[in-house]
């Protein structure tokens, strides 16, 4: 692909993702729906997924800061469900897809339509997160979805390789498939479990946050370039590396969390974007390759492989939320009861995205005898259909489903109240630990600078609480949104003097980016204070 044509992907995803803030369609339903249109407008280019390049350059990151963002005790704590989802639901729907598929379509042989079945099993990492966190869902729901699109991509390119060697002839049996996936597995958690002690070493021992934001950058292709080295799946090694060190993201230096968040905040956007833009634009090229199934019959085929995609994960989810708890007496006793409706938001998100495209695109054209892989294209439009089906049909319906099922939602006065509480506790540590640092002759401090450390720690401790006071009943501002702004008002006004005076040449350039940092980290300062 030509440089410019990367540009427009680029910029074009970003204004488009931009734009879908300001809408109540979560941006990844709107950048598919842009891709088709654009993807049929006179000289746009065509842009063919290639899998050599999201497999191993646009998953690892976002893999690496889906995970990042996840919390690990919570994922922990839900590790039954998030296993038969991320394991079990996506070898079911390979087998029950695959199967159907096979009877649907009767040019399709059994292990290609097997191969199709591992292809349209995984739900997205992106996809999940992003509607999950538009709409709302319950916090143990939206823990679950995460958690399941975090493994299952490993979960299904395995079972895609040992399906992909049965239908070119490599002839592989099923103790060589069972070997091969629990190489893959345990390999790639074990790649994970041996380098993230001494990533995390490198992070906490790097003296400069440049250098510990290049490592930051590195680390996802290096877990997944080493595991895939070695025949392990690089997307649970990036997994495990990405979990332990958001979990120990504390004992980094302040510059380097600081720094990093708003780097791999930029780097998901624009790789979310242009991916989710990306899907739409496969149409043309997928289409193009359709060839002699062009018509009623291969509508037909869509429409009846989205919906026994649809139907077998429903059929998985009730069994697996319900099931354990009859046989199980502790998980009786340490879990609450689940109504319907979780598990009916749970499988209803199952949204399917890039990688089961970028798995389609992988095919081989040819078989080991040199004979062309049985309706190769086939596969990928039906792949494409039922991304576009789930992205289209079930993101669309999600949040007014959410809103129809009445799920309570995220308590935020309650976590407000609890974030209160923690920060009372802290607030109260580090005065005493002031104290006891100013009881050492070695830090004494003038009493107005020791006022001051003590007025930044009260304005801390009462920032929280003054979110949950009364609004102005004429601005209809809380204290807090008050004193952010009136703290904004100031800093701008310094900054204009700044700039006057470099413009007057009383100080130079260099000196006013110095004095301009400052402001900036004031205003910083002001504005996480009261959110």
């Known amino acids: 692909m030509h440089i410019l044509p990367l540009l427009l992907l680029v910029a ?11 809408t109540p369609v979560p941006a990844p339903l709107l950048l598919v729906t842009v ?40 994922l922990r704590a839900q590790l039954r469900p998030v296993a038969l989802l991320s394991v079990g639901y996506v070898l079911f729907a390979t087998l029950v897809v695959g199967w159907a598929i096979y009877l649907i379509v009767p040019s399709l042989p059994l292990t290609a339509a097997l191969v199709l079945g591992a292809v349209v099993a995984p739900p997205d990492a992106v996809a999940a997160t992003a509607v999950a966190r538009r709409v709302g869902l319950p916090s143990r729901v939206t823990t679950i979805l995460q958690g399941e699109s975090l493994v299952n991509d490993a979960t299904a390119i395995t079972a895609f ?49 440049l250098l510990q934001n290049t490592l930051s950058l590195l680390i996802p292709f290096v877990a997944y370039g080493v595991a895939e080295q070695v025949h392990a799946s690089g997307v649970l090694a990036v997994v495990v590396v990405a979990l332990y060190l958001g979990h120990r993201a504390w004992e980094v230096d302040f510059a380097t969390r600081l720094q990093e968040e708003a780097v791999w905040k930029m780097v998901a956007f624009v790789l979310e974007s242009a991916v989710f833009a990306l899907i739409g634009l496969q149409l043309p090229v997928v289409l193009e390759k359709l060839g002699a199934y062009e018509g009623v019959d291969a509508a037909w085929y869509a429409v009846a492989l989205f919906l026994v995609v649809v139907v077998t994960r429903f059929v998985w ?16 006793k340490r879990e609450d009861n689940p109504t319907w409706k979780g598990p009916f938001v749970i499988a209803w998100a199952g949204m399917r995205g890039v990688v089961s495209l970028a798995i389609a695109f992988s095919i081989p054209m040819t078989m080991h005898d040199g004979e062309d892989f049985p309706d190769r294209n086939l596969i990928l439009f039906l792949t494409f259909t ?38 009372a506790q802290a607030s109260r540590a580090a005065e005493k630990r002031l104290d006891e640092l ?58 204009a003097v700044f700039v006057r005076l470099r413009d ?8 006013l980016r110095t004095l301009l940092r400052r402001l900036d980290l004031e205003e910083a300062a002001a504005y996480r204070e009261t959110t």
């Not at 697996?320 to 007496?329: G, W």
């Not at 993101?395 to 209160?420: F, H, N, S, V």
């Open 504 to 511: 007057l040449r009383f100080i130079d350039d260099e000196m």
């Open 35 to 74: 891709g088709l249109v654009i993807s049929y407008v006179p000289g746009v280019p065509a842009y063919e997924l290639d899998p050599d390049i999201v497999l191993p350059l646009l998953l690892p990151p976002l893999l690496y800061t889906a995970a990042t963002d996840s919390s690990y005790l919570d």
């Open 317 to 332: 989810v009730y069994p697996a939320t319900f099931l354990p708890r009859i046989f199980s007496a502790r998980i009786r």
């Open 438 to 495: 100013l009881e050492d002759e070695r830090n004494a401090l003038p009493p107005p600078l020791a006022d001051r450390l003590r007025t930044v720690l009260e304005r801390r401790r009462n920032a929280v609480w003054e979110r949950l006071g009364a609004v102005n009943p004429v601005t209809g501002e809380t204290a807090d949104d008050t004193y952010r702004r009136l703290s904004g008002e100031m800093i701008d006004a310094e900054r």
């Open 386 to 423: 039922t991304v576009i089906g789930t992205l289209v049909v079930q993101g669309l319906t999600l949040p007014p489903l959410i809103r129809l099922l009445k799920l309570p939602g995220r308590d935020a006065q309650t976590e407000t109240l609890a974030e209160a509480n923690a920060q």
């Open 161 to 209: 390789k040992v399906a992909l060697a049965a239908a070119v002839g490599e002839g592989a049996t099923w103790a060589e498939g069972i070997g091969e996936f629990l190489l893959a597995a345990v390999g790639g958690v074990a790649v994970g479990l041996l380098l993230m002690v001494p990533l995390h070493w490198l992070r906490t021992h790097l003296k400069e946050a």
């Open 12 to 22: 074009g995803s970003a204004a488009c993702a931009a734009a879908a803030r300001r």
